[in-house]
């Protein structure tokens, strides 16, 4: 299954607490995939060991590599981010650059850029990779139009990690760039949240409600069955 197929996807975070009780009921929930990554103490360590938790589970395991430092081998598929609207130059393509000199030769599967559109300023994310969050429909249009049409990149993410984003941007976004392959991320708190953004892109993320509300996070899955 390649993540164009993908509708639901958990993102976890190696360096968050998750028991054997909880992992077991996200891996028979019926998500499409778990996107592993996190911005805070995250190393190949606690990278490895969650992966090994959830090796041979029958559901397709992503690496989101923001740390060139977690790399590790063994996922199905690896996903690049660039932050196209970072304040940073590193974080658009310095990082991803060092990944490739570090660990190009390690990857056996498919890896894909991604273009990130950060839009909460209190996010984690936000701070990290200075993103220039205040932007109008138009601006955010045009970063996703700039990372699609002229970067080339198949994949696009609308970040707005640790709250729930303009129902209206995300459906601008849509329109914009019909044939790339839309991900959102944030607020995503249960069966309605779920639904109601589901409805403008290809594939929801959800994250932080799996550590705040489990079942509510069990709940999203529903919502695009």
Request: glycine fraction near 10%.
């Amino acid at each position: 299954m390649d993540f164009q197929s993908w509708r639901h996807v958990f993102k976890l975070d190696p360096n968050k607490p998750l028991d054997d009780s909880a992992l077991a009921a996200l891996i028979r929930s019926g998500t499409d995939a778990f996107l592993i990554g996190g911005t805070d103490g995250v190393d190949a360590e606690n990278t490895f060991a969650l992966y090994t938790r959830l090796e041979g589970c029958g559901i397709p395991l992503a690496l989101e590599m923001s740390h060139p430092e977690q790399v590790i081998r063994g996922f199905d598929h690896y996903f690049i981010p660039t932050v196209l609207n970072a304040g940073t130059v590193d974080w658009v393509i310095g990082h991803q650059t060092r990944a490739f000199e570090r660990y190009g030769h390690l990857f056996h599967a498919d890896v894909t850029g991604q273009g990130y559109i950060v839009l909460n300023p209190d996010a984690k994310v936000a701070h990290v990779t200075e993103a220039k969050t205040d932007l109008s429909i138009e601006t955010a249009i045009a970063y996703a139009e700039t990372g699609h049409r002229l970067f080339r990149l198949p994949s696009l993410y609308v970040e707005y990690s640790g709250t729930f984003g303009s129902v209206e941007l995300v459906q601008e976004v849509r329109l914009a760039v019909p044939d790339a392959h839309l991900f959102y991320g944030g607020g995503i708190t249960g069966y309605e949240s779920a639904r109601v953004m589901a409805e403008h892109v290809n594939t929801i993320v959800v994250g932080n409600v799996i550590y705040d509300n489990f079942e509510g996070a069990l709940a999203t899955v529903a919502a695009l069955r």
